[in-house]
């Protein structure tokens, strides 16, 4: 997406006015539209939430969101919330502290909305009203009486947008039937509020909204695919929609990524020739119909891929071979099927890799879909390009997968991000000069960047010729066992815990030993003075605390190393050859079969001294 895209999402469950009932969906449903608005993948929105807000704080936020926009900008306001109609007619929105009497004062009334949709300098807004209806408000009386139906898009289409600018109001339903009994919503009138945005959410997150299969969803493809759904769920709810806009907009990307081109059918002379009995002649049908395949105009050649599609399922074998060989032409053909980025730093920004696209202009036509977060893929005139983000260190692999009119492709996508650079001593100060760069320090940096699903045009001409490949730099195994383009750095920190782990678990065990053997001494003292003794004078004379008190430290200290000790060599197994990977391994491990069972038996002894010793 390409231009500026901003959503306000306002969502109110509670009321402090009795008359409001509780709704049960605004909260997870503005939750859920965030996160798919805001998905780059999907709608690539900045999303704004905001919760039970007063109604001062509502106008305040509504009026600062349509504020100084561009003519580029696309805006999305939904609201989740009561809807109220005064006896006038006039639609308010319910904010947390609305009172019925004092709509005015306590409510965001519905033109206050349309004037702030009108001022806007922002080219298109779409409004989502999500709303359960009220009836009209007595005065002096803080009751809901019935009302007939009202059509709630009469709000909005008073005011045409202002300098060619467009807008759309789609709302949940078009009628204010739902109606209170004295204080409390009746149970049996409350449309759940759920069915209406989890369509949206639904059809947006899954890309089923994608209903003609361009890649896009628009307005209307969203709109028909809530309208079906909403129906399902619940027939006696109506979703409408009102539109002052000119072209078509895409509110959000279609993960199915499916293309679909309009076909401009083959001309009647071609059908002919392909419906005769010479068996030439329908031969010469297919050698026109292949020509067309390569046509610049993809309409065209969709048309004749699909009429080729026929022929080779229902002509003879000579003909349909001769179909099925035109066909195999426009296949996906990415130069690389396997990008690998080697080991980059953490944070950096690796230099992006190109994809060129080979074929004919409808081959060359497709939607490239990345699996993995931390992909991103962008079109390009004769490909793509692909980057990776280093925010999170360890092994990277995911799939980015090309899906044309006909045929899919995949291209495998690894990286290995390991800890950032260290700087570099100067040459002579301390060590031996470097005889140059590392591949790692060679590396260029780009930004990084989201991934989103990019739709790959075909560039009118040839697609240019690569270059020979370049040598893969030599291979090297991790501590992990994964191949890495870069030798490890190594380093003595992981080696120098574990050894120090060792030393203090085996202090431990010796220090409980010396404290167990005092310990039995001092009861055995204690046994001898009968009634006269007192255990607590026995240990303190035969020193048994010390060293249990000295065992439960070490055995503690003992395992928190072993703990960085395994962690280290965890995250950053590119700095540790396979011997010092396996030294670490062992040492950690011995120093856990050595401090646990210290840990254990010190804090039972130490236990038994506190409970019993006032009765020894």
């Known amino acids: 997406m390409t231009d500026a895209r901003h959503a306000l999402i306002i969502a109110n469950d509670r009321y402090a006015d009795q008359g409001l ?5 605004p909260a997870e449903d503005a939750a859920a539209l965030a996160e798919v608005l805001h998905d780059p993948q999907i709608g690539d929105f900045e999303v704004q939430v905001l919760h039970n807000a007063s109604a001062d704080l509502m106008r305040r936020r509504i009026q600062g969101f349509f504020n100084d926009r561009r003519r580029d900008d696309t805006l999305v306001l939904h609201f989740s919330c009561h809807g109220l109609k005064s006896e006038s007619g006039e639609l308010y929105f319910a904010a947390s502290d609305t009172e019925p009497r004092l709509l005015d004062a306590t409510a965001i009334p519905a033109q206050f909305v349309r004037a702030c949709m009108s001022r806007t300098r922002a080219g298109r807004t779409v ?14 009386s803080s009751a809901v009486r019935a009302s007939g139906e009202v059509n709630v898009l009469d709000s ?12 759309a109001v789609i709302t949940a339903s078009n009628s204010m039937e739902y109606a209170f009994e004295g204080d409390e919503l009746t149970e049996n009138s409350v449309p759940r509020p759920s069915v209406f945005t989890h369509a949206v959410v639904q059809g947006l997150g899954t890309g089923e909204a994608d209903l003609d299969g361009d890649g896009e969803i628009s307005l209307d493809d969203l709109y028909d695919y809530v309208y079906e759904h909403v129906q399902e769920q619940n027939p006696h709810q109506t979703p409408s929609k009102t539109v002052e806009m000119q072209g078509e907009l895409h509110l959000a990307h279609s993960r199915r990524g499916y293309i679909k081109i309009v076909a401009v059918p083959s001309p009647l002379s071609l059908q002919a020739a392909l419906d005769s009995d010479n068996v030439l002649t ?4 297919v050698l026109e119909l292949r020509n067309r395949l390569h046509d610049e105009s993809l309409p065209v050649a969709e048309g004749a891929r699909q009429t080729l599609e026929e022929v080779a399922r229902n002509d003879i074998r000579q003909i349909a071979g001769e179909a099925c060989r035109a066909l195999r032409e426009i296949r996906l053909t990415p130069s690389a099927d396997r990008l690998d980025f080697g080991q980059v730093p953490k944070g950096s920004t690796p230099q992006a890799k190109s994809v060129t696209m080979h074929g004919p202009p409808l ?9 993995q977060s931390w992909l991103r893929v962008d079109p390009t005139e004769d490909g793509l390009k692909v980057c990776v983000d280093t925010a999170a260190e360890g092994g990277l692999s995911g799939d980015i997968v090309l899906r044309g009119v006909a045929h899919e492709a995949l291209i495998h996508v690894e990286a290995v991000v390991g800890p950032a650079h260290e700087p570099t001593p100067p040459a002579g100060a301390g060590s ?9 320090q060679q590396e260029s940096e780009r930004p990084p960047s989201e991934p989103e699903l990019a739709i790959i045009e075909p560039s009118h001409g040839p697609p240019p010729v690569s270059g020979p490949p370049t040598s893969p730099p030599p291979e090297a195994t991790t501590a992990s066992g994964r191949p890495t383009t870069v030798p490890p750095a190594g380093t003595r920190r992981a080696p120098a815990f574990a050894a120090a782990a060792l030393a203090f678990a085996g202090t431990a065990a010796i220090t409980l030993v010396l404290a167990v053997r005092a310990a039995v001494a001092a009861v055995v003292d204690r046994g001898e003075e009968g009634v006269y003794g007192n255990v607590e004078d026995n240990i303190a004379e035969h020193g048994a605390l010390t060293p249990l008190t000295v065992s439960l430290i070490t055995a503690v200290v003992a395992l928190v190393l072993a703990g960085f000790a395994r962690h280290d060599l965890r995250v950053r197994p590119e700095r540790y050859e396979r011997r010092a990977a396996t030294g670490t391994r062992t040492l950690t491990s011995l120093a856990k079969a050595l401090a646990i069972p210290a840990l254990i038996l010190a804090a039972l002894a130490g236990i038994a001294y506190l409970v019993g010793s006032p009765y020894w």
């Not at 009932?21 to 969906?25: F, G, H, I, N, V």
């Open 21 to 25: 009932t509780k709704l049960r969906a």
């Open 127 to 140: 409004l989502f009203l999500d709303c359960c209806y009220g009836g009209a408000f007595s005065r002096g």
């Open 156 to 167: 909005f289409r008073k005011d045409k947008p202002a300098g060619g600018r467009g807008w």
């Open 282 to 285: 329908r031969l010469g049908a």
């Open 363 to 371: 081959a060359r036509h497709c939607v490239a879909q990345p699996t």
């Open 432 to 440: 031996a000069p470097s005889s140059g760069p590392t591949p790692r």
